[in-house]
């Protein structure tokens, strides 16, 4: 059994979506997970923020342009009447369902309710399309099996027994459609994984059934060593480890969500980056192996904030450091890069929603200083492989760029820089410049 996963982009038009049939028609037993077709959930949050404000009547305008593009997709994708009728009172159900919403009291309840519409749609539509082709499948809804619990992580065993349930009620089927995206919460409510969270469906899915790969089918031809809606002339990178892969995807490739890799690296399932626009290209293969090299790829992440607590109560003492990250624990935000003095510690996060709080509890043990607007850029590699000049060719390249912390031998795969974001685009090309093309010339 494999997981297949396709994005928006692939699900896009009634014309890709036919598309997708060549890529799943075969003996091959396997799960497709499939994304919202591409512009509705950015769509459906337009919708729910009119709704938060009130403005139900623009709301209403928004939904109705949604449920005729939603019509035109229709009208392109099947071919017989039957098959048509029964895809608009699909349609139907769920737009009247997002109307309904328009009349009430507003809730982030009601939000996530109406961003789930997105994926069951797009998987209802699909399946309907493979049942004109007269290709037997079956449609898995995601909210019978995926689940997160009060901590907001994904309850593996939950999701394995109650997954292993659906799939044991159609021993006779090899091709299994789902919805990314979409899962419960610890209350039993309509909830999700967060934006882009369709990849992070499919590696639990794959953990879950012990599938023997999980592939990740996107409009771009695996994870590339720079980002390129930023940098030209990027190319894919053949091979990663786990490791390397999570690093990119925490630290900002969009083609990955950012927890994506570790369900798939717990259970040693190779996790394969795929182009639908292009299948027969090689793209990127995730495995325990590292390929060796140095300096395989950089990626960047925006909205951090720098904090920096400076004390003379920290020199020569211990347990400072542990009163500054109990105030980080006590309002759940993660830490991302850390350097430290011997009168300060800086460190980042990229989740801000209880900074005032932090500041004001940081504010006892030492001076508080804040940053915000900072971009973290990641360059992510084989470190040991080699193990001089690597820095040399960083800070080379990145020598007319004003660095706010650097944080190297955390990890064997990663080299952190803190930098202005206004800065982001000239370090990406510089990096790119200095690293990659000199490689490929000695190459
Ligand atoms: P999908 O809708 O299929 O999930 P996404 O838009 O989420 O697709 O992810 C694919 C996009 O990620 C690519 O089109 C590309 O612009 C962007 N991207 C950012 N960084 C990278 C990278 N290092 N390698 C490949 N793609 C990247
Ligand atoms: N449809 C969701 C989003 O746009 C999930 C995904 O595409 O992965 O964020
Ligand atoms: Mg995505």
């Not at 999980?214 to 053949?238: F, L, S």
């Not at 786990?242 to 900002?252: I, M, R, S, T, V």
């Not at 182009?275 to 140095?294: D, R, Y």
């Not at 504010?363 to 001089?388: A, H, M, N, P, Y």
Request: some cysteine; proline content about 2%; aromatic content about 8%.
């Amino acid at each position: 059994m494999k997981v297949l996963k396709f994005g928006g982009t692939s699900v896009g038009s009634a014309e890709r979506m036919k598309a997708l049939v060549n890529l799943i028609h075969n003996d091959e037993p396997k799960i497709v997970v499939l994304s919202a077709m591409s512009g509705t959930t950015n769509q459906l949050v337009q919708i729910t923020e009119k709704l938060y404000q009130n403005l139900n009547q623009e709301a209403n305008a928004l939904i109705d342009a949604l449920h005729t593009k939603y019509k035109q997709v229709v009208a392109e994708l099947y071919s017989t009447e039957d098959k048509q009728k029964q895809a608009l009172e699909l349609l139907q159900l769920h737009f009247d369902y997002i109307r309904a919403f328009t009349q009430d009291l507003f809730t982030i309840h009601e939000e996530r309710a109406i961003l789930a519409q997105g994926e069951l749609l797009s998987t209802a539509l699909f399946q309907l399309y493979l049942e004109e082709q007269g290709i037997n499948s079956v449609l898995l809804p995601a909210l019978n099996f995926m689940k997160i619990d009060e901590n907001e992580e994904p309850d593996a065993d939950y999701i394995a027994k109650n997954l292993k349930a659906e799939l044991a009620k159609y021993s006779g089927t090899n091709l299994f459609i789902t919805q990314g995206y979409i899962c419960r919460n610890a209350f039993g409510e309509i909830d999700n994984l967060k934006r882009g969270g369709s990849d992070y469906s499919a590696s639990l899915i794959g953990a879950a059934a012990d599938v023997s790969e999980i592939q990740i089918w996107t409009d771009i031809d695996g994870m590339h060593n720079n980002d390129p809606r930023i940098v030209k002339n990027t190319y894919p990178i053949a091979e990663l480890s786990f490791d390397e892969a999570a690093e990119l995807a925490y630290f900002g490739a969009k083609i990955l969500h950012p927890s994506s890799v570790l369900p798939a690296k717990q259970k040693n399932i190779p996790v394969r980056l795929l182009n639908t626009m292009q299948p027969e290209a090689k793209g990127t293969i995730i495995t325990a192996e590292s390929a060796g090299g140095s300096i395989k790829a950089i990626a960047a992440k925006d909205d951090i904030t720098a904090i920096k607590i400076k004390s003379g109560r920290m020199l020569l003492a211990y347990g400072f450091l542990r009163s500054v990250f109990e105030v980080f624990e006590r309002y759940k935000t993660p830490i991302d890069m850390i350097t430290t003095s011997e009168v300060a510690v800086s460190l980042t996060i990229d989740n801000a929603k209880f900074l005032n709080e932090i500041v004001a509890e940081l504010q006892q043990v030492g001076q508080v200083e804040v940053d915000k607007d900072q971009t973290i850029i990641c360059i992510v590699g084989d470190f040991l492989e080699e193990r001089s000049g690597t820095g040399l060719k960083i800070f080379e390249s990145l020598k007319d760029i004003p660095l706010r912390m650097i944080s190297y031998g955390g990890s064997k795969n990663n080299i952190s820089v803190l930098i202005n974001t206004t800065d982001k685009v000239k370090a990406l090309t510089a990096l790119n410049d200095g690293i990659f093309e000199r490689r490929n010339i000695n190459a």
